[in-house]
C-alpha cells in the first residue's frame, strides 16, 4: 500500500513539473513579445524624437542602439528573474511533496 502511495506522489509531482515548466514558457513568451515591440518602438518614442529633432541623425542612430543595447540587457535579466522565481516555487513545492503522502480518503462514522 505504501508503494502505491508513494507511486501517486510521484505522478503527481510529474505532472507538477511538467505545470511549471509549461507555464514558465508562457512567461518567457510573454516577456519575448513585450520586449520585441519595446525594441521595434525605440524609434518612436519621445526622447529619441527630441534627439532627432534638436541634434543630428548620426546622434539618433547612436541614441537608438544604446537604448537597444540597455532593452536587450533588461530582457535577458527579466528572464533570469522569471527562471529563479519559478525554479524556486518548484523548489519550494517539491519538498512539500517528498514530505508528505498522498493517502487515501478516509471515512469516519
Known sequence: MLRIRRIQSWATAEDFVLYTDSALQSEYD???????????????EKSMQQILGKQ???????????????????WQSKLEQTRRVYENRKQYLMKMFSFFMWVEDLFIP
Open 56 to 74: 543630428s541623425e548620426a546622434a539618433f542612430v547612436a541614441a537608438c542602439t544604446e537604448r537597444k543595447k540597455e532593452l536587450e540587457t533588461a
Open 30 to 44: 510573454e516577456i519575448k513579445s513585450k520586449y520585441i515591440e519595446l525594441i521595434e518602438g525605440i524609434s518612436n
